[in-house]
């Protein structure tokens, strides 16, 4: 059970329900996983799911980069449910089933494409070192130019406050979905 459960449709407060209703027009699918948690802060949920409608859908990077972003952050943050969510996606995407292999097992994928590798040091330093070097920043700049940098910046700062959001409220996945290995300390 989540530290903040699922509130039932008929409990919703009015903030709650407008919150809802305008997440169902944008993403035309239920409210789950951390947008149910955020919905105890309506408010905090649908800025969320503005960022989360333009970084996921229409950034600057090929959905397969996103999708690898995402994968590097959940697994930097060990996150069950945004991994079960997003790995069937980033293969749907087009990144090789070797690559999700190697993040999920907490190593560096060695069959990725150049853009690939760009977006998975990017992240990996970003993640790792809190900045990137000036190398990774000039590599990914000549790659995406420099609003692809702050929409590949973006992707990671969102996928690991939704990676938080989770965490903190200890969200399980649903009975069968994959899960990743943990590893020590």
Same mark, same amino acid.
């Given at each position: 059970m !989540?530290?903040?459960? *699922? +509130? ?10 407008q919150?809802v209703?305008?997440?169902l #027009? &944008?993403?035309?699918?239920?409210? !789950?996983? *951390?947008f149910?948690v955020?919905?105890?802060? *309506?408010q905090v949920?649908?800025? #969320?799911? !503005? ?7 229409? %950034?600057?990077?090929p959905a #397969?980069?996103?999708?690898?972003v +995402? ?6 943050? !060990?996150?069950d449910?945004?991994? %079960?969510?997003? &790995? *069937?996606i980033?293969?749907? #995407?087009?990144l &090789?089933p070797s690559? +999700?292999?190697?993040i999920r ?15 998975y ?7 790792r070192?809190?900045? @990137?070097?000036?190398?990774?920043f000039r590599r ?6 420099r &609003?692809?940098? @702050?929409?590949?910046?973006?992707? $990671?700062g ?8 989770? $965490? ?18």
């Amino acid at each position: 059970m !989540s530290r903040l459960p *699922p +509130i039932a449709p008929g409990a919703y407060t009015a903030e709650q329900k407008q919150a809802v209703e305008e997440f169902l #027009a &944008a993403r035309k699918v239920a409210i !789950s996983g *951390p947008f149910e948690v955020m919905l105890h802060s *309506p408010q905090v949920m649908t800025l #969320a799911r !503005s960022m989360g409608d333009y970084l996921r859908f229409r %950034s600057r990077l090929p959905a #397969a980069l996103c999708e690898l972003v +995402i994968l590097v952050t959940a697994r930097v943050w !060990s996150q069950d449910y945004e991994w %079960s969510y997003h &790995a *069937p996606i980033a293969a749907q #995407a087009g990144l &090789a089933p070797s690559v +999700i292999a190697a993040i999920r097992d907490g190593r560096r994928p060695r069959d990725m494409t150049e853009e690939q590798e760009i977006v998975y040091d990017f992240s990996t330093e970003l993640h790792r070192d809190r900045r @990137v070097s000036d190398d990774t920043f000039r590599r990914a700049e000549r790659a995406f130019g420099r &609003a692809g940098v @702050v929409d590949l910046v973006g992707v $990671n700062g969102y996928y690991t406050f939704l990676a938080m959001q989770m $965490n903190a409220a200890a969200l399980r996945v649903a009975d069968g979905a994959e899960t990743l290995p943990r590893f020590p300390d």
